[in-house]
């Protein structure tokens, strides 16, 4: 859920000043990469970008943009590649530059449909015998089991009903929240909680796990905390479009979000062995969320993040690639 935290409309206001320090791609042997303000994507631009530079003998500019200005670049080419686009929180923008102008070209997912949705420690339901937590909420599999479950739960500030803590105000999921919560008929077990923040919202559910306390939080994936924590999503009804939107309940699932690697099409044109290298990159959400730990437990950078996962993901990388140009990636990866 990264774009879809602000509105097209307030991003948009950014396009002029984004764009003005987006200097234009450079000549052949050059790739600029827009660095979004979001892990995950700096870390892929560091894989690409290092494959890209020892495998095949270009020099990767990494350029930040935030969603709106970083896409607009794309699709007027001042920007090259980039490693996310979060399809279905920039629908807008995604059929003018790619379905109808043709000036973005879709090569695919970069790891697969990233789910988001509602979460608890998954000792609570299972237990943890190496912690010794025995589990306390053993049929807790669905949204609808929650009323059985709320004390688990309990506010400390409103004792008599449990706390679910939601994302953050003024972020599009914090509404879409609070409608499923009367949806699934919830507000009389359950209150709304506001963590204010990411790292209160983070802070909140780490605390507890630490503790092996029952926690009842809205999360996504790929995180970091996804990564170092043990957690499950509750089912929910299948993501139904006649439940979702606005006007509607929203008693369903999350739609799975599709997060795709974009390149410029005039540049696609001339570098086709960047294109065909970048169709076949492809991770998963738990290579993602390794990484992203690895980060926060190291305090490591996103560089840092890049050469582990190439060191440690030898057989994924390795299969994007020709023979030669892995040898000459895994020489390079030798020396680090």
């Known amino acids: 859920m990264k774009a879809g935290r602000k509105t097209l409309l307030a991003l948009a206001l950014a396009v002029v ?22 892990s995950s994507v700096q870390m892929h631009n560091r894989i690409a970008g290092f494959i890209l530079e020892h495998g095949y003998g270009y020099t990767p500019d990494y350029m930040f943009a935030e969603s709106v200005p970083g896409l607009t670049g794309l699709q007027q080419g ?33 790891f697969p449909d990233a789910p988001q949705g509602w979460y608890v420690p998954t000792y609570i339901i299972k237990g943890d015998k190496e912690r010794g937590i025995e589990p306390v909420a053993p049929d807790l599999k669905s949204v609808f089991e ?20 939601n994302a953050i105000p003024g972020w599009v999921v914090h509404d879409i929240n609070l409608k499923k919560l009367e949806a ?11 963590p204010g923040s990411q790292t209160a919202l983070m802070t909140a559910i780490v605390s507890a796990y630490e503790k092996g306390e029952p926690v009842l939080a809205y999360y996504w994936e790929p995180e970091w905390i996804m990564g170092m924590l043990d957690m499950t999503m509750l089912e929910e009804p299948p993501y139904d479009p006649e439940r979702w939107g606005e006007g509607k309940d929203y008693g369903c699932a999350f739609p799975a979000a599709r997060v795709h690697i974009g390149v410029n099409a005039e540049f696609a044109g001339k570098n086709r062995q960047v294109v065909e290298f970048l169709k076949k990159y492809e991770t998963t959400l738990a290579h993602n969320n390794e990484a992203l730990a690895y980060m926060q437990q190291e305090e490591a950078s996103v560089e840092d993040a890049a050469i582990w996962f190439l060191k440690n993901h030898k057989d994924v990388w390795k299969a994007w690639l020709p023979g030669d140009v892995a040898g000459k990636v895994e020489a390079a990866l030798a020396g680090k």
């Open 184 to 194: 699934y008929n919830l507000t009389d077990t359950f209150i709304n909680f506001d």
């Open 146 to 165: 929650l009323p059985k479950y709320w004390e688990l739960f309990k506010d400390p500030e409103v004792p008599n009903k449990g706390r679910f803590y």
């Open 78 to 110: 001042d920007i090259d590649i980039a490693m996310e686009m979060w399809i279905d929180n920039v629908l807008e923008w995604y059929d003018e530059a790619v379905e109808k102008n043709k000036q973005v070209i879709d090569l695919g997912p970069v």
């Open 17 to 38: 000043v984004g764009l003005a320090s987006i200097p234009t791609a450079s000549a052949a042997g050059n790739v600029v990469m827009v660095d979004f303000s979001w």
